[in-house]
């Protein structure tokens, strides 16, 4: 993949969908359905008000002359979203960021790509492009982290020490962790796994529209550990059915969500209104199976039930792999040492001041935290400058003054022009952000923000716009 010219997302263009009746109005399916006129322009106005609150809060941010040094662990959407505020509200200090990767991806571009929608080359730019001038680049892994030490050893051999440490290195897709796959099978034996990459996701589409045509026993589902954006199982499951129903096939498949426990979703209206839509599209929810192995010869998948062990037989499997902290994190002292977060190493952070519990000169952001939400995209938006703010807070000696409510996003596609907007925090408490939009209402509205609104609105937040 890496020796092949990919197009910037300047060079590529979103496909539109193919017909009238795969972009439906919300009243369709009752509720407030705002027109196309009310809706672009209460996005438009939403937009501009946007603008003027980020521009009144960066105005109202507060600055700090320290020359302190601060090391980044991670040039993803976290690493490189606290760079950016950190080189604006601190000009004096020293920023360094570790991380070998040249390319960024936007992650949640790749259920599009999986589904036909965009191409690979739309989700990929460059690390370089997102970085100010004053941050020191430092292209290696993170091999060790010292916090008793203040430093961190890249895998190139360098120790580099810190004043203060942000961590954000993101998770480990652990597919080995499931008896018999390892990401090297991702696009034969009817495996897809959207979640390796982009290459990996249209290798995924390619394996869906084999299935378009042969139809068969479809699965679906996601692990029992937590997980980057827990939504994208479920709207890959509900686009391959549309997929399947816009090309005339869908007599021809049967298509099985497995749920790791008893819900869909762990929003409760959210699962309701999910668990009514498989039902209404005929994808059966199988409810506390977990996958245990795959045998990719003969196209068998077993999952762990209360019950045992359960095996079937599959045309085309999703395949999402268990997620941990990287290694340099497990084998660290960083991770919580006990609680549910414990198992899999996720960070030891307070989960409203993203502050280490054991090390106040280290905080966390992104996928890596061990809290009850907020791995995906949208929650680094709200998590970087909680983590920033409450960093020059401890520099400056005042009080930690800001808070993470456990805001996350979720734009959850149900058809190729359709979708619903679901925000919510800690509490499980609905947070739509546009009064004009229900979250729990399929519509074209939440489908344009998703295809057409997230990725520059994610790019500003590289930028340090948000």
Known sequence: MAGNRQKSPRETAAPKPSTASEVTNASATGGFAPTRRQALFGLAAAGAATGLSLNASREAQARSASSAHIVIAGAGAGGLTAASQLSRRMPNARITIIDRQEHHYFQPGYTLIGSGVWRE????????????????????????????????????????????????????????????????????????????????????????????????????????SEMKCAGAPLKFALLTEDRLTTRGRRDGAELHYHAHNQGLFAVTPVNEKVRQIFENRGINARYEHVIHAVDPGNKRVTYRTPDGLAEFDYDFIHLVPPMRAPDAIVDSPLPWQDGPFAADSWLEVDMHNLQHRRYPNIFGIGDINGVPRGKTAASVK?????????????????????????????????????????????DGNLTPSFPFIDPL?????????EEKALLPTYNAMLRGYA
């Open 121 to 224: 080359g739309q989700v990929i730019d460059s690390t370089e492009r997102f970085l100010p001038a004053n941050v020191d680049w430092v292209r290696a892994d993170i091999a060790e982290f010292d916090p008793e030490g203040n430093r961190v050893v890249t895998s190139t051999g360098q120790d580099i020490a810190y004043d203060f440490l942000i961590v954000a290195i993101g998770v480990h897709l652990d597919y080995e962790a499931v008896e018999g796959m390892e990401r090297g099978l991702i696009g034969s034996h009817g495996i897809a796994s959207i979640y390796a990459g982009p290459g990996e996701a249209a290798t995924s589409w390619r394996l869906m529209e084999e299935f378009i045509e042969n139809g068969g026993q479809g699965h679906f589902g996601r692990p029992a």
């Open 382 to 426: 709200w998590q970087a400058p909680v983590a920033v703010t409450n960093l020059i807070d401890v520099i400056e000696g005042r009080e930690m003054s800001a808070s993470y409510n456990g805001y996350t996003s979720c734009p959850l596609v149900t058809r190729v022009g359709t979708a619903m907007l679901v925000e919510f925090d800690y």
């Open 441 to 449: 209402q399929e519509s074209w509205v939440s489908w344009v923000i």
